[in-house]
Nanobody, 120 residues
Framework: QVQLVESGGGLVQTGESLRLSCAASGTIFRINAMGWYRQAPGKQRELVAAISSGGYTNYADSVKGRFTISRDNGKNTMDLQMNSLKPEDTAVYYC??????????????WGQGTQVTVSS
């Protein structure tokens, strides 16, 4: 079994920064792509940023230039540095990973979510 545990959420004011972290543990052969998603009340879950095992990154237009995703393949961790936060960034943020449990079997895993609230 694999677990993804997020940390780092909280309440900040407009313009401030937060850093989210995600740690994967359990039966892991290797991790494929990882990403951060968010879901605001009444809205669908959306991709915020993703990073491949080779370090290629992809960002939602709404966070480009403000958020930076990174990962440490040796530690099975992923971070999201969020700067210049805006009230519209308020949401529950979820960590996602495609995990190879064996060399040939990959499965999607999600964290439990961490709340980010940006006050105006």
């Amino acid at each position: 079994q694999v677990q993804l545990v997020e940390s780092g959420g909280g309440l900040v004011q407009t313009g401030e920064s937060l850093r989210l972290s995600c740690a994967a543990s359990g039966t892991i052969f290797r991790i494929n792509a990882m990403g951060w998603y968010r879901q605001a009340p009444g809205k669908q879950r959306e991709l915020v940023a993703a990073i491949s095992s080779g370090g290629y990154t992809n960002y939602a237009d709404s966070v480009k230039g403000r958020f930076t995703i990174s990962r440490d393949n040796g530690k099975n961790t992923m971070d999201l540095q969020m700067n210049s936060l805006k009230p519209e960034d308020t949401a529950v943020y979820y960590c996602h990973a495609g995990v190879y449990i064996t060399a040939a079997f990959i499965r999607d895993y999600w964290g439990q979510g961490t709340q980010v609230t940006v006050s105006s």
